[in-house]
């Protein structure tokens, strides 16, 4: 469990870089993977006799600026965008390599600078609201993390990152931000309970891509239920209108902003 300054904020960055990132490479790479399936078989590679992995790919972190970016006087500084790139970079390049589909980095980067503006932009929202924070949604949010991170308690938690030299107030201070962002997120999306007919869309989604999935790999796919996936489908529908309402609010935000991205 490594944790950069802003870790907690990660929750909010997810939700723009899964629209950011994600969103604009998943059919890329499915396609990919498809093309690099069949290039397999006909080659005769990927059988059992031929178990070399191909060499992880390290990032590119050359050449960025002291300063990546600048939003409303408030500067987003190397360390902090190296940090969050490589943690980034790192789940890509495990993609490529069962995809077989290069990392584009001087995209990536593009990617994070603008998703880390986003969130530098939902933090000052957040700061410019009138929100208060309970000590119960603190302690609450806390040991959401601690299960997260596969800690029993959030003492054991606390504990971890006093280790990793994170004090207790920067912690709580954190903690706190987050509730803000999560409060200022649920506002702005309303309410996100999915209908029935938004359940059985997302279904159809997932067993078309499981179904394309199992061609790819001349495997049958045992795809569960709807009643059976259900609450699966109620997570993922919520969360993705989450992500709509936070992009969304980002980019509301952005027009008013004053900007600079040195990439």
Request: a negative charge; aromatic letters at 4%.
């Amino acid at each position: 469990m490594i944790l950069n300054r802003k870790w907690l904020l990660s929750l909010s960055l997810a939700f723009l870089l899964s629209v950011t990132v994600a969103c604009n490479d998943t059919d890329e790479s499915a396609e990919d993977n498809n093309e690099e399936t069949e290039t397999q078989e006909e080659d005769g590679e990927g059988s059992e006799g031929n178990t070399e992995q191909p060499q992880m790919p390290e990032p590119d972190l050359e050449g960025i600026p002291e300063v990546v970016a600048e939003v409303n006087g408030e500067e987003i500084a190397a360390e902090e965008f190296k940090t969050t790139y490589e943690g980034q970079f790192q789940q890509m390049a495990m993609q490529s390599q069962m995809t077989g589909q290069e990392v584009d980095q001087d995209q990536l980067k593009k990617q994070i600078a603008e998703s880390m503006v986003g969130q530098e932009l939902l933090i000052q929202e957040a700061n410019s609201r009138d929100i208060e924070v309970s000590e119960e949604e603190i302690d609450e949010t806390l040991t959401g993390l601690a299960e997260q991170n596969g800690v029993e308690s959030k003492d054991e938690f606390l504990a971890a990152l006093e280790e990793q030299g994170m004090g207790q107030e920067e912690v709580m201070s954190q903690v706190e931000m987050q509730v803000k962002l999560d409060q200022v997120i649920a506002s702005e999306a309303g309410d996100i309970e999915p209908t029935e007919e938004e359940l059985e869309q997302a279904y159809e989604q997932v067993k078309a891509q499981q179904e394309q999935m199992s061609e790819g790999n001349g495997e049958s796919a045992e795809i569960p239920s709807f009643e059976e996936a259900k609450p699966d489908l109620i997570e993922q529908v919520k969360r993705q209108k989450k992500g709509q309402a936070t992009q969304t609010l980002v980019e509301q935000l952005r027009e008013d902003a004053d900007v600079t991205v040195n990439l």
